[in-house]
């Protein structure tokens, strides 16, 4: 079992910056890789970036240049940092750990951008 609980979410200006954190707990070890994903309302979930476990890391076109995934392993924590934000880029972010069997899923955390 993998536990996730993000946090860093809020309400920001556009052109704004944000910090989302992603904390692991349970049986990391498991994890091959942990990735943000958003949803906005009446929207399908999607992609935000990704992180392997040897570090490797992949984003959606739509942030690319604005967002950085890095991760601290020491504290098993995964951090997603969001600059220029715009507000299409606002919605509940859920953080996701990949292991061989399952998929594991966070609460989400709320990020809104206002124009």
């Known amino acids: 079992q993998v536990q996730l609980v993000e946090s860093g979410g809020g309400l920001v200006q556009a052109g704004g910056s944000l910090r989302l954190s992603c904390a692991a707990s349970g049986s990391t070890f498991r994890i091959n890789a942990i990735g943000w994903y958003r949803q906005a309302p009446g929207k399908q979930r999607e992609l935000v970036a990704t992180i392997s476990s040897g570090g490797s890391t992949n984003y959606a076109d739509s942030v690319k240049g604005r967002a950085t995934i890095s991760r601290d392993s020491a504290k098993n924590t995964v951090y997603l940092q969001m600059n220029s934000l715009k507000p299409e880029d606002t919605a509940v972010y859920y953080c996701?750990?990949?292991?061989?069997?399952?998929?594991?899923w966070g609460q989400g955390t709320q990020v809104t951008v206002s124009s």
């Open positions: 996701n750990a990949e292991t061989a069997l399952y998929y594991y």
